[in-house]
């Protein structure tokens, strides 16, 4: 009996040390080697090397002169990295229709100048409730708002976004998309800031 209980335990310890402690600093390891910026948090700095963000995770933009994420259903605010998560709603939610037509009714109040009806992405959270990207088309929806508050030609904002598309992965996996930080940094790279600030 004394046999069988030291060996389970000799290989409780073992299990222990090999997957709690050699295996993740040998990958952690590997991984700043191999792939320091990703290992780091993929995190984003401004021209001046400040850390504004990270490339993975979507912050909650407001001002009118800058992109707009999907709604967050993250935390009570929205947008919490600690509180991960989707809301859970299904389709045939009443209470996810309804927050549909909620966040309809507001963008189409920010956006006036938009013609084309508001993309799905844009009254939806995704499943993390912190997704970075939007489609080109969740994009190009809200040129027509950031044109007006920035007071520039439409069409320049329009090349800014098509070339902060990401294709699919590997050419067929997943969809065209854009991230929002980046897109918004590259705005104020080519056009300043604006006068409003993030809030």
Known sequence: MKRILRSAIGITICTLVLTGIMYPLFITSVAQ?????????????DGEGNIVGSELIAQDFRDPAYFHPRPSAAGKQGYNG???????????????????????ERLKKEN???E??????????????????LSPAGALWQIPRI???????PERIRKIVEMNIDGRVFGFLGNPRVNVLLLNLALDRYFGHPALSIK
Do not use: C, Q, Y
């Open 82 to 104: 600690a509180a991960s998560s989707g809301s859970n709603l299904g389709p045939t939610s009443k209470d996810l229709r309804a927050r549909a037509t909620e966040e309809i």
């Open 33 to 45: 080697i191999l792939f320091p910026f990703r290992a780091g948090g993929s995190m984003i700095t």
């Open 147 to 153: 044109a007006a508050a920035r007071g520039i030609e």
């Open 116 to 133: 084309d009806p508001v993309p799905v992405e844009l009254v939806t959270t995704s499943g993390s409730g912190l997704d970075p990207h």
């Open 112 to 114: 006036p100048a938009a």
